[in-house]
């Protein structure tokens, strides 16, 4: 009888710990006798001929630590089912019926999509369209609905709080008003995060619309106090009482988020005379190796996905909740995003040891 042979992919940002579920899927599925075949640059690789390579025990082992992905991903491409920042797009049908080809000409039983909001809505898509999948929730961000967490987040939150650190010297030697603009452009579970863990001063996320007298108050009133520094922490996708996020075109014509740092770098200097220095923290948080967390996560995802699909219970994406892994059907956790609470126990906490949030 021939071997049970399954794929798996990475697909949309990568993030710390992919490697760790690629090795976790593979290292699992060898006790079972199974192949694996991972394909390259997320769903590209499923296009025919299929663009893919033979995974095991092998040449997986010395992965786990590693940042980034093996196999490659990227956010662009024929698989897009996101259309900005939410709207649904349908995937074209032909591409649709070349993935399904690729699948069945390798003879899977199954396909493991490691990604986010974007990817998994991918994934659904091909679940409804009779392919086997099982989802991985991942991302940076930790906005995914349905889950606890995902893996990525804690190595970005200690990015963040490791460059805090860094910065509160600096700032305290020349008495200045720092800021620090991080990633996070619907939800700021990385700027409350990785903010609280640093020492952050001052939090502006998304979920809280800022005033710039308020941050510019709170700046005089720790200099009053004899504070040597101030440490600002704003997600990209933050913004003032009646304002928008800041976008700015790429050379490509596209949206990017950013530039909110130095606006709120700007209207704080403009309003307390203050020196004020900004930095913003960009792909630094997606790079580099996983924390521990991050590391046992991943594992933790992979070994799960295999065994989900032993249990054919396809369609569905492992879920973390109170320390188990569990499942969820994808479709409950794509198309809506877990936002920070503004009036949750993470804010009570941040408010409680006199974090402001410019509000
Ligand atoms: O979703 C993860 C994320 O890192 C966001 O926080 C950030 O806005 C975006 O991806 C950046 O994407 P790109 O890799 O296209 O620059």
């Not at 949206?255 to 792909?283: F, N, P, S, Y």
Request: aromatic share 4%; charged share 20%; net charge neutral.
């Amino acid at each position: 009888m021939a071997k049970t042979r399954i794929g798996v992919l990475t697909s949309g940002g990568d993030c710390p710990g992919l490697n760790a579920v690629i090795r976790g899927v593979c290292r699992a599925a060898d006790k079972l006798g199974w192949e694996v075949i991972g394909f390259r640059d997320g769903f590209e690789g499923l296009l025919p001929p299929g663009d893919y390579m033979p995974l095991d025990r092998k040449n997986t082992a010395g992965i786990m630590h590693l940042g980034g992905t093996i196999l490659g991903t990227t956010n662009r491409g024929h698989f897009v089912a996101k259309a900005g920042s939410g709207s649904k797009a349908m995937i074209n049908p032909e591409i649709m019926a070349k993935a399904k080809q690729t699948f069945h000409n390798l003879g899977l039983t199954a396909l493991i999509v490691i990604g986010g909001d974007g990817s998994l809505s991918t994934a659904l898509q091909l679940s409804e369209n009779d392919i086997p999948v099982i989802g991985v929730p991942k991302t940076i961000d930790n906005d995914l609905e349905a889950t606890a967490m995902t893996f990525g987040f804690d190595s970005a939150v200690a990015c963040v709080a490791d460059a805090l650190d860094r910065l509160h010297t600096t700032a305290t030697s020349h008495k200045r008003v720092m800021v620090l603009e991080v990633m996070g452009r619907h939800a700021g579970w990385i700027a409350l995060y990785g903010g609280l863990s640093g020492g952050a001063d001052i939090i502006l996320i998304p979920e809280i619309p800022f005033d710039f007298e308020k941050i510019a108050a709170e700046v005089s009133r720790r200099e009053k106090e004899g504070a040597k520094s101030t440490m600002i922490v704003v997600a990209e996708g933050a913004s003032p009482k009646q304002g928008r996020p800041l976008r700015h075109s790429t050379a490509s014509g596209e949206h990017r988020l950013g530039g909110i740092g130095d606006l709120v770098g700007r209207e704080v200097a403009a309003r307390t005379e203050k020196e004020v220095r900004t930095c913003i923290l960009g792909h630094l948080q997606r790079g580099g190796a996983p924390t521990a967390l991050d590391r046992i996560l991943g594992t933790r995802f992979g070994v799960k996905a295999v065994q989900l699909i032993q249990d054919g219970k396809f369609g569905t994406m492992v879920s973390y909740q109170n320390y188990q892994t569990l499942d969820v059907p994808i479709s409950h956790a794509v198309h809506r995003l877990r936002r920070v609470d503004p009036g949750g126990q993470m804010v009570q906490t941040a408010r409680a040891v006199e974090i402001s949030f410019g509000d």
